[in-house]
């Protein structure tokens, strides 16, 4: 039976890259403390059922355990690479399927662990002259297993499911509050970005090529967006005509690209160099010119945002978390008019919608802006994309739910959650995992499915440049 709960512990769903750590805390735990307790308990059974002193039976069971511990180590290897092909991918069918698929492989390692303990305690009374028949043998090594299994099986199970508090998983939000609130985002199959309504009806395509990241210009009319190659293009949203704008070399986000009110111009940061690290470079669309500036910005392009005012003619940029903003003025073949503004008015900023963070992640070859916090009024949402990969949501700085699909005896998450946003009435928020968008109802403890995409977000003053230069002025 020791085996039993070590097999368990090792043959629940974990991510595959967690197995190590997993086998390394199951042979601690299960070999210190659950493999004595469980012995003695499994001992007394089959001394009983056998009619024998239970102190001769015990290491008989001792050796058996160890057998079948070492017998579930490459099935939990098997189990490891087959769960993932079974389990479902669709997070409502995930959790119906998670109770049943977890039953499965309790009952495939319990049937294992019979099979090698009745060999080996059939050998052990032969050796030591009991002349029992097989199928008593059998029966004892079978009551002696249900009689911890029944106990400790589903004890494991309560300890080792995915940790939340979401009451209903559905495959659609068709009953969202607000559900012709349009969501943009990027498509996990295509790439493409796609609008949807928050209910996950009318899904349009808006730029159909691949989009790691994108701005949308204030009228809607263009989208600038960074490919899949890390170029950056612009998209005529009305015409429906794709252009590349420049090939670049540094690590850009979308703070760093802005478009002018009237939507004809668009300015951007470019690496050209160790002296000037960075210029600003204006790309006017209908001409498509691209016009190198004279402005340069010395610093890290990742903590530098670019944005547009009020005028057609005037930029600002502001290096993140800083108090200080520089007003450039556009003249005639890239000169520019400097102004630092060292106690900035409210500044009358072109918004732009689009992954305008301060929070940054980088995975490879690949980028981009974090959304992991949002507040409501008194409530909070908190979502992680480290190991547990949980979504907390606390009213008045305590939890009131929390969601995660982290099931095993470490919760390692399957499903790292990026970004979350409260929507009006703070009753609901989206999130997503990466593979898809899902709609959360805080109060009724409901999680239903948008769309199978990621990197969303609203046409709302969260997602413009605003933010970004209101920080610590």
Not at 27 to 36: D, E, K, N, Q, R
Not at 423 to 440: N, Q, R, S, T, V
């Amino acid at each position: 039976m020791p085996v039993t709960i070590c097999g368990i512990l090792l043959l629940l769903p974990e991510l595959a890259f967690a197995d190590p750590i997993s086998t390394g805390f199951v042979f601690v735990t299960g070999l210190t403390f659950l493999a004595p307790l469980a012995v003695l308990a499994e001992g007394f059974v089959l001394s009983r059922c056998l009619s024998l002193k239970y102190k001769r039976v015990l290491m008989a069971v001792l050796w058996a355990n160890l057998f079948s511990l070492l017998a579930g180590i490459p099935l939990q290897i098997i189990y490891s690479y087959f769960y993932p092909v079974i389990a479902p991918k669709e997070l409502s069918e995930y959790f119906s399927f998670y109770p049943w698929i977890a039953a499965l492989g309790s009952l495939i390692y319990f049937l294992v662990i019979i099979i090698v303990e009745f060999q080996v305690i059939l050998k052990w009374c032969a050796r030591k002259h009991h002349n029992f028949q097989k199928s008593i043998i059998f029966f004892a090594v079978t009551l002696a297993n249900i009689s911890t299994y029944i106990v400790l099986a589903p004890a494991y199970y309560f300890a080792t499911k995915p940790t939340h508090n979401v009451q209903q998983f559905t495959g659609n939000s068709l009953w969202a509050t607000n559900p012709k609130t349009k969501v943009i985002y990027i498509d996990s199959a295509t790439q493409y970005l796609h609008s949807i309504d928050l209910d996950g009806r009318n899904s349009t395509v808006l730029v159909p090529h691949k989009v790691k990241d994108y701005l949308l210009a204030n009228n809607l009319k263009h989208c600038v967006f960074r490919s899949e190659q890390n170029h950056l293009y612009c998209y005529d949203l009305i015409a429906k005509r794709n252009t590349m704008i420049s090939t670049l070399a540094n690590k850009y986000v979308m703070n760093e690209v802005a478009v002018s009110p009237g939507g004809d111009k668009i300015a951007f940061l470019k690496w050209i160099g160790v002296n000037h690290p960075f210029k600003l470079m204006i790309y006017e669309i209908s001409a498509n010119k691209l016009v190198e500036t004279d402005f340069n910005v010395s610093k890290d392009t990742e903590d530098t945002v670019v944005g547009w005012s009020a005028r057609e003619d005037t930029l600002y940029v502001k290096a993140l978390h800083a108090r200080s903003v520089t007003r450039i003025i556009l003249k005639e073949n890239g000169i520019t008019e400097k102004l630092r503004i060292d106690n900035p008015e409210k500044l009358e900023i072109n918004p732009d919608y689009g992954r305008n963070s301060s929070r940054r992640w980088h995975e490879g070859n690949d980028w981009g802006a974090s959304y992991p916090y949002d507040r409501c009024g008194a409530r909070e949402a908190s979502a992680s994309r480290d190991l547990e990969h949980t979504l907390t949501i606390s009213e008045y700085k305590l939890p009131i739910l929390q969601y995660a699909d982290n099931p095993g005896i470490l919760h390692l998450g399957n499903r790292p959650i990026g970004d979350v946003l409260f929507l009006p009435g703070c009753g609901e928020c989206i999130f997503d995992d990466h593979k898809a968008i899902y709609l959360l109802d805080i109060d009724d403890k409901r999680i239903g499915k948008i769309a199978n995409g990621h990197r969303f977000i609203l046409i709302s003053e969260k997602y413009s440049k605003l933010p970004l230069f209101s920080e610590n002025q």
